[in-house]
T-cell receptor
Framework: SQTIHQWPATLVQPVGSPLSLECTVE??????LYWYRQAAGRGLQLLFY??????ISSEVPQNLSASRPQDRQFILSSKKLLLSDSGFYLC????????????FGPGTRLTVL | GENVEQHPSTLSVQEGDSAVIKCTYS??????FPWYKQELGKRPQLIID?????GEKKDQRIAVTLNKTAKHFSLHITETQPEDSAVYFC????????FGTGTRLQVFP
């Protein structure tokens, strides 16, 4: 069966510090991968998605970036965090090539102080 | 691109009553419509989905209806229970899922 991992689970970072969040998927090959951000009490904002290694589509211009160095690894990064980067970051995967369910990871709660 | 609107933003019902959440979408090419439930501090979990070749789908107390002509779809929860309290998100999919803004459902015992 497939599983999706995210770490860390929680993170408190000062403004201006760098960020690296990692997501890995097990039990499937060539998944579509997604990063979402959810501000407190708000909806799901799609940040990036990837259909393959090195292929990243950005949905919202901002100080975040994403990379996919391996088939089942997706990384969200920032060089300098802003207060507005605080939120609940969710990674998700879906089967490639169709209109399919997305499975979400457990999320990382980021607080920027 | 696709735009999904969801109403209401909050919904309070008495235990045992029904709850209905409605969504509209803009892209007629969308053909997959999932509904997710998110409990406080947890990840969203799929509860039901429907594809555009079907008008209605039911799973126990939960049902979803789709009107492709009008470009809207709805979630129906019957005989609500306190454990149904959560935030519910609809979504529509062309090449990626676009989510609605969510409905906070509270079921009072």
């Amino acid at each position: 069966s497939q599983t999706i991992h995210q770490w860390p689970a929680t993170l408190v970072q000062p403004v201006g510090s760098p960020l690296s969040l990692e997501c890995t998927v097990e039990g499937t090959s060539n998944p579509n991968l997604y990063w979402y951000r959810q501000a407190a009490g708000r909806g799901l904002q799609l940040l990036f998605y990837s259909v393959g290694i090195g292929q990243i589509s950005s949905e919202v211009p901002q100080n975040l970036s994403a990379s996919r160095p391996q088939d089942r690894q997706f990384i969200l990064s920032s060089k300098k965090l802003l207060l507005s980067d605080s939120g609940f970051y969710l990674c998700a995967w879906s089967i490639a090539g169709g209109y399919n369910e997305q499975f979400f990871g457990p999320g990382t709660r980021l607080t920027v102080l | 691109g696709e735009n999904v609107e969801q109403h209401p933003s909050t919904l309070s019902v008495q235990e045992g009553d029904s709850a209905v959440i409605k969504c509209t979408y803009s892209d007629s090419a969308s053909n997959y419509f999932p509904w997710y439930k998110q409990e406080l501090g947890k990840r969203p979990q799929l509860i039901i989905d429907i594809r555009s070749n079907v008008g209605e789908k039911k799973d126990q107390r939960i049902a979803v209806t789709l009107n492709k002509t009008a470009k809207h779809f709805s979630l129906h929860i019957t005989e609500t229970q306190p454990e149904d309290s959560a935030v519910y998100f609809c979504a529509a999919n062309t090449d990626k899922l676009i989510f609605g803004t969510g409905t906070r459902l509270q079921v009072f015992p």
